[in-house]
């Protein structure tokens, strides 16, 4: 049961324009939300969280917006880089540092 | 400051030998994971730990086991590997219990023949 659903495996992107990575969880239980961003052959890095106590959270060009009635949450990034080709994992827990599960991932790819 | 590395970066394995990954980090962090990552199945947690001597079991356990005698090392072993092991080992560690962000390693590619 995929609780962290991802449902784009890829994206593609003008350089310039918004990005937007979308995320679906399934537990209500689920409290505080993460990004991790990951480039080919090294470890996913931390971007951006927000909790379940906001709706938005913003950084820089990144910006995270959660709707916890229909539990989805989406990253926009304004504007595009091709620096920001990776693949984004959307992860979420529900208060335990050893519970965070992780969706599949989506492949985002900024066109010069 | 390395953060968090993994030794080996690859390695290949028939079936039924054993192997131990070492992942290391100078952070001084408390918490560490062992995570495999699959096609499709986006990083499913193996088993972590919460403190020097210390670990327990994640979502995916069987046929893994870990130790952590050192505070900055956390050893994930396979005893007698399986296809089914092949994967991209991934380890993190983290500060602090309310601390959500973990930092990751380079990941390990096993592939098991």
């Known amino acids: 049961d995929q609780q962290v659903k991802q449902n784009s495996p890829s994206l593609s992107v003008q350089e310039g324009r918004i990005s937007i990575l979308n995320c679906d969880y399934t537990?209500?239980?689920?409290?505080?939300f993460l990004w991790y961003k990951k480039y080919p052959a090294e470890g996913p890095t931390f971007l951006i969280s927000?909790?379940?106590?906001?709706d938005k959270n913003e950084d820089g060009r990144f910006t995270v917006f959660l709707n916890k009635s229909a539990k989805h949450l989406s990253l926009h990034i304004v504007p595009s880089q091709p620096g920001d080709s990776a693949v984004y994992f959307c992860?979420?827990?529900?208060?335990?540092?050893?519970?965070?599960?992780f969706g599949t991932g989506t492949k985002l790819q900024v066109i010069p | 400051n390395a953060g968090v590395t993994q030794t080996p970066k690859f390695r290949v394995l028939k079936t039924g030998q054993s192997m131990t990954l070492l992942c290391a980090q100078d952070m001084n962090h408390e918490y560490m994971y062992w995570y495999r990552q699959d096609p499709g199945m986006g990083l499913r947690l193996i088993h972590y730990s919460v403190g020097e001597g210390t670990t327990a079991k994640g979502e995916v356990p069987d046929g893994y086991n870990v130790s952590r005698l050192k505070k900055q090392n956390f050893l994930l072993g396979l005893e007698s590997a399986a296809p089914s092991q092949t994967s991209v080992y991934f380890c993190a560690s983290s500060d602090a219990p309310d601390v959500y962000e973990q930092y990751f390693g380079p990941g390990t590619r096993l592939t098991v023949t």
């Open positions: 992860a979420a827990t529900s208060g335990g540092y050893q519970k965070v599960t």
């Open positions: 927000i909790s379940s106590i906001k």
């Open positions: 537990n209500s239980m689920f409290d505080y």
